[in-house]
C-alpha cells in the first residue's frame, strides 16, 4: 500500500468548502475573509494536518513569514508588567494559526534600535508590531519610511497614522473618577504614567473631565507622574501624601503603580479605603489578588495583541489596504480598594 499522499491547499478547500483563493487568504493572514470561512479553513488544516509549503511561498512572495514585535523597554520591565504577556499572548494565538513566526526583540538603546533597523532594511521580516510607544520615539517613523508594514499597540497621539488597535483609555480614566466620586470622595489624587506617552495623557484627561463633571477643581497638587513600575507608584504615592495629606482617594493609571501606591499607603498608617480608596488601571492578577481585592478599569489586553497582529498580517498580504485604527472598549471593575 503506497504512502498516504500529502494534503495540498485543494485538499483543504474541499474539506472546508471554500475555494482555494481563501484557503491561501487564511495562510498569508489576510482579513479578506471572513470570521466563518477563517474558522472553516483553520478547522480543516487541523483534522488533515496541512503544513503549507513555506520555502516555495516565499520564493513566489520574498517573504519571511516571520514578523518582529518590538518592545523598547528594558528586561525587568517586560518581566514584571502583566500587560506585556497579554499582549504577546493575543499576538502569538494569531500567528500560531498562520504558522507566521514572531521574533520578540527589545529595543533598548540607540544601537539596539540601529540593529533592528538594519534587520528591516534587509527584511529579514515581513512586518513590525511595536508596543509601548512614546511621542518622540523614532522608531515607528523610521519603519515607516522603509516602507515596512508596521502596526502599533497604542498610539503616540489622537492623530496616529500608522495601524494600531488601543483602548478607550479616556473613558476608562473618566469611569475611574466617576466611581471615586460616586463614593463620596472628593481629595481625589491620581497617578500618571510618563506623559509622553498618548495612554499616560489620555488617562489623565479622563480623571479631569470626571472632576469636571462634578464641580471639582483640579488640584495640581494631586497630580503626580511615575513611570509604571510598582516603585514608581510607591514614590508617587510619597509625595502626593507629602503635598496633600488630606486626599482621600488616588486614581493610578496601572495596576502595578497602584499596588505601589497601596504599599506606600500602608507604610504610612492609611487604611483602603476607609482613609484613602484606590483604583488601578488594566484589571490585571496584580487587582485580584492584592489586599484588599483591587478596584480596577479592566481592558481587553489581549484582545489588542490579537488585533494588531491580524492588522499586521492584513497589510503584509495587501500592502495598498487603507491603515486602521481600533478602539477596544473598558471596563471598570470594582472590588474592595473603593
Known amino acids: 500500500m503506497g504512502a498516504q499522499q500529502r494534503p495540498t491547499i485543494k485538499t483543504v478547500a474541499a474539506r472546508a468548502g471554500v475555494g482555494r483563493t481563501t ?82 526583540v527589545l529595543v533598548r538603546d540607540r544601537g539596539e534600535r540601529d540593529q533592528l533597523t538594519d534587520s528591516v532594511a534587509e527584511r529579514r521580516v515581513d512586518g513590525v508590531l511595536l508596543v509601548s510607544v512614546h511621542e518622540d520615539d523614532p ?9 515596512l508594514p508596521t502596526v502599533l499597540a497604542g498610539r503616540r497621539s489622537p492623530s496616529e497614522s500608522l495601524s494600531h488597535a488601543c483602548s478607550d483609555n479616556l473613558g476608562g480614566g473618566k469611569e475611574a473618577g466617576r466611581h471615586l466620586i460616586s463614593r463620596g470622595r472628593r481629595r481625589i489624587a491620581t497617578i500618571t504614567g510618563p506623559l509622553d506617552m498618548d495612554v499616560s495623557r489620555s488617562r489623565l484627561q479622563g480623571w479631569r473631565d470626571a472632576l469636571g463633571e462634578a464641580d471639582i477643581a483640579p488640584d495640581g497638587r494631586l497630580i503626580a507622574t511615575a513611570d509604571f513600575t510598582e516603585e514608581g507608584g510607591m514614590l ?21 503603580m497602584a499596588a505601589g501606591a497601596m504599599l506606600e499607603l500602608r507604610r504610612q498608617g492609611r487604611r483602603v479605603p476607609e482613609d484613602v480608596a484606590v483604583v488601578g488601571f488594566d484589571d490585571s492578577y496584580i487587582a485580584r489578588y492584592a489586599h484588599p481585592s483591587m478596584t480596577s478599569v479592566r481592558q481587553p489586553v489581549e484582545e489588542i495583541g490579537s488585533t494588531i497582529a491580524r492588522l499586521l498580517l492584513g497589510e503584509i498580504a495587501d500592502p495598498g489596504a487603507a491603515r486602521q485604527h481600533v478602539m477596544l472598549p473598558t471596563e471598570l471593575v470594582v472590588r474592595d480598594s473603593s
Request: proline share 4%.
Open 23 to 104: 484557503v491561501s487568504r487564511v495562510i498569508n493572514g489576510s482579513t479578506l475573509v471572513s470570521d466563518e470561512a477563517r474558522a472553516a479553513v483553520l478547522a480543516a488544516i487541523a483534522e488533515l494536518n496541512y503544513v503549507p509549503n513555506s520555502v516555495a511561498r516565499g520564493l513566489v512572495t520574498r517573504r519571511t513569514n516571520s514578523v518582529a514585535l518590538v518592545i523598547p523597554e528594558s528586561e525587568s520591565r517586560l518581566g514584571s508588567e502583566p500587560y506585556f504577556s497579554a499582549v504577546i499572548r493575543g499576538v502569538s494565538t494569531v500567528l500560531t494559526a498562520t504558522r507566521t513566526q514572531l521574533q520578540l
Open 139 to 147: 522608531l515607528p517613523g523610521i519603519l515607516e519610511n522603509l516602507g
Open 236 to 256: 508617587a504615592m510619597r509625595s502626593l501624601l507629602e503635598r496633600a495629606p488630606d486626599l482621600d482617594a488616588v486614581f493610578a493609571a496601572s495596576d502595578v
